[in-house]
């Protein structure tokens, strides 16, 4: 029962990675020509990680509620 809600629950954050609605952060790393953008969602990554939690409360939104994180 317990690995069935898991594996459920697993599956669920791959599509829901997959179909990437309503993502809200912009991670940028590197520098160009190696520079790398990544997306992800605030509320996964706030309870996730106590520096993230600290980066998106400073974090300036733009017009559309997107936090961009330079890293």
């Not at 790393?29 to 520079?35: D, L, R, T």
């Not at 996730?48 to 600290?54: H, I, L, M, P, V």
Request: proline fraction near 1%; aromatic fraction near 12%.
């Amino acid at each position: 029962m317990v690995i069935n809600l898991f594996e459920k629950l697993s599956n669920n954050y791959i599509e829901l990675f997959e179909k990437e609605e309503d993502l809200n952060v912009i991670i940028n790393v590197g520098e160009h020509p190696n520079a790398k953008e990544f997306k992800a969602y605030s509320g996964i990554l706030k309870y996730r990680s106590r520096y993230f939690q600290n980066e998106l409360t400073n974090a300036v939104n733009n017009t559309k509620g997107i936090s961009r994180i330079n890293g």
